[in-house]
């Protein structure tokens, strides 16, 4: 029997549409733990998701979480193809030896609160799903990871300030319903050495207020080495992995490179028996990205723009990763909270929006992924193919 092109859009739609829905977990039906929690609940559709920054210094009133503007944003996403975002409030602590966590972070803590609420709000709305990620700023400039208070007694008081820190924003997400929650963000020193112990209750604390999904993201070259790892229903990772072994790498080599980093992480996921996530991903739109891909915009000086570069990067990386049936998904490193504000970062940052990056964003997004399932009858005529830059 020969199906007509009507019957074949009308079939792949209303898969689409079946697969779209699903629940979210609740008080009353908290979400499944275990091995394959994941696949049970969310094996219908991969994680094609973005990042988006705040805007909440108060000198730029509308321009941040819940605002008109973020709206804009949500609806940016869902056009580009994505289906979930990540959402990061900041608590703010000044080195590495902190003694607590200050929940202000630019703006006053119940207004921050409150905006991130309308923001989970604004993205259900656009049907996007919410990954909420709790980070630290370290007001010194240093890397998060590094924090260690050095001893027995200041261990003991950081980890009651994480505490407070992570169960506040545990409420909120079980207050807001987004749909997934990170316990943290690259904590290297309390989770790849013996302190891992001490934060083990931690997670049995945030479970009881939030009852969705867990994951923890880790940094890519420290995965391996963390502990709890068991413990997450995702195993989440900042994937800023180096392609590159030299500049002006081939578009060939950056792909053997991105192969490489899959067969490592399929021996990990095949470990655990669990699905990888990239809760972070990206490249600068710099000339040779992906050689020390996390060098950070603000850091670089007289960079040379290259968008070709970007987008290679982002092909390889994506393409060799996306077809895997263990590989939960990514969250791209980062649109901002006001589309239309150009000034968090440099023209050589993160962001792909309006380069040729965002092409292969679009593509990617549009194309089966490994974490869909069986591909949908006539799939490939409901996902159109992007053509040029900003076509939204």
């Not at 980070?135 to 009651?160: N, Q, S």
């Amino acid at each position: 029997m020969t199906l007509g092109l009507a019957t074949l859009l009308a079939v792949g739609m209303t898969v689409a549409r079946a697969t779209a829905a699903e629940p979210r977990a609740s008080a009353e039906q908290p979400y499944p733990s275990g091995a394959f929690a994941w696949r049970s609940t969310h094996a219908s559709e991969a994680i094609r998701g973005v990042t988006v920054g705040p805007i909440e210094n108060q000198l730029h009133p509308g321009r941040g979480y819940g605002s008109p503007a973020c709206a804009r944003t949500m609806g940016e996403i869902r056009r580009l193809g994505g289906n979930w975002v990540s959402l990061t409030p900041f608590g703010r602590v000044w080195d590495l030896k902190p003694t607590g966590i200050s929940l202000s972070f630019e703006a006053p803590f119940v207004e921050n609160r409150q905006a991130l609420l309308h923001a989970i709000a604004q993205a259900h709305a656009e049907g996007l799903r919410v990954l909420l990620v709790p980070h630290l700023w370290v007001e010194t400039g240093e890397w998060r990871a590094l924090i260690d208070p050095g001893t027995d007694e200041g261990w003991k008081r950081w980890v009651e300030a994480y505490q407070r820190f992570v169960l506040t924003w545990a409420k909120v997400a079980a207050e807001g319903e987004a749909d997934m929650l990170a316990f943290g963000v690259e904590m290297r020193r309390a989770l790849t050495t013996e302190r891992g112990a001490d934060f083990a209750p931690l997670l049995e604390q945030v479970r009881k207020v939030y009852r969705g999904p867990l994951t923890y993201a880790a940094n890519w070259d420290d995965v391996n080495d963390t502990v709890l790892l068991g413990q997450f229903d995702v195993i989440g990772l900042n994937a800023f992995y180096p392609l590159a072994q030299h500049e002006n790498a081939s578009f060939e080599e950056l792909q053997s490179g991105a192969l490489r980093v899959r067969d490592e992480l399929a021996l990990f996921a095949r470990r655990w028996q669990k699905p990888i996530l990239f809760t972070e991903f990206g490249y600068s739109s710099r000339r040779d990205p992906a050689l020390r891909p996390w060098e950070w915009p603000e850091h670089l000086a007289k960079v040379v723009v290259d968008e070709q570069a970007q987008a290679q990067a982002y092909r390889a990386l994506l393409a060799g990763v996306k077809d895997e049936p263990w590989f939960a998904g990514v969250f791209l490193w980062r649109f901002y909270a006001d589309p239309d504000d150009v000034s968090q970062e440099a023209e050589w940052g993160f962001s792909p929006r309006g380069k040729l990056a965002e092409l292969e964003l679009r593509d990617a997004f549009a194309s089966h992924w490994g974490g869909d399932g069986p591909r949908p009858y006539a799939s490939f005529l409901t996902r159109p193919r992007a053509d040029r830059v900003g076509l939204y």
